[in-house]
């Protein structure tokens, strides 16, 4: 299960969720048959790997995987979150639990690294930055997700189709969300025209400014995931009582 995060920076933290994702299944079923024990096509799963299994296994059919009509393929081994959660309704599964696990994980993930990237870019301008991650999760048969990887600057390309379209529109949320792209700022509460014009006494205040701006702002399929009014007690006790100055102010002006 792979998931995009974008986070707009880390002082003040701010994480996106990507509310469209894609899965990856192996070409065969699983198992651990000794005899299979070198089969890729059993054992990996990766859309490189999804390919060469394609070609290999291009004129045998299996029928006993529990495969759903994809929105652009028949019997694809990629689905979209979308084809996902139609999976999980039909079957009694929890969709729900599965992504507010992935989302634990990743708000855990950035905040037991907030302190090191913090000192790493202390010299930098953090209001101008912005990443795009991706993370990968294994999912057990009991729902547990499991996370394997973390990618930073993930390389946006791919001959499958459902990875395209997620792709294509990513690239104009992110804009929207860092404010590269012009916007009517009136149609905005808080707009960002009224707040940059401001006076800032000092760079966490400016900071602090800029971040209640971009909260403002269309998001698209992105999910602002921390910080959130409901979750920052949740979490604070993560920072070890070493959150900086910048997400305490910010924590107190979320409505």
């Known amino acids: 299960m792979r998931a995009f995060v974008l986070v707009t920076g880390f002082s003040p933290l701010k994480i996106y969720f990507y509310r469209d994702g894609y899965l990856i299944f192996s070409q065969k ?4 048959n000794e005899s299979n024990s070198n089969d890729s096509c059993i054992h990996i799963s990766s859309e490189k790997n999804d390919l060469k299994c394609m070609k290999k296994n291009k004129n045998a059919k299996n029928n006993t995987r529990p495969y759903e009509k994809s929105l652009y393929e ?5 689905w979209n979150f979308l084809n996902f959660e139609r999976y999980c309704k039909k079957n009694d599964i929890d969709y729900q639990q599965i992504v507010n696990q ?3 994980i990743i708000i855990k993930t950035f905040i037991s690294l907030n302190d090191e ?3 790493k870019y202390k010299t930098s301008n953090d209001r101008n930055m912005f990443q795009l991650f991706t993370f990968d999760f294994i999912i057990e048969n009991n729902l547990q997700l499991y996370l394997i990887d973390v990618d930073k600057n993930p390389k946006l390309n791919s001959k499958h189709l459902v990875p395209i379209y ?4 990513i690239f104009s949320d992110i804009l929207n969300i860092v404010g590269i792209v012009p916007y009517h ?3 905005v ?10 006076i800032y006494k000092n760079e966490v205040e400016e900071n602090v400014g800029e ?3 971009e909260f403002g702002r269309p998001r698209g399929m992105f999910e602002l995931i921390f910080p959130k009014k409901n979750n920052i007690n949740i979490y604070n006790k993560f920072f070890a009582n070493k959150s900086n100055e910048e997400n305490k102010i910010l924590w107190e002006n979320i409505e």
């Open 74 to 78: 028949e019997n694809c081994t990629i």
């Open 211 to 213: 971040a209640i701006c």
């Open 166 to 169: 997620i792709y294509d529109h």
């Open 29 to 32: 079923e699983y198992n651990l």
């Open 102 to 104: 992935a989302k634990d």
């Open 185 to 187: 700022h009136e149609d």
């Open 189 to 198: 509460n808080k707009t960002y025209d009224v707040i940059n014009n401001n």
């Open 117 to 119: 990237i913090i000192n």
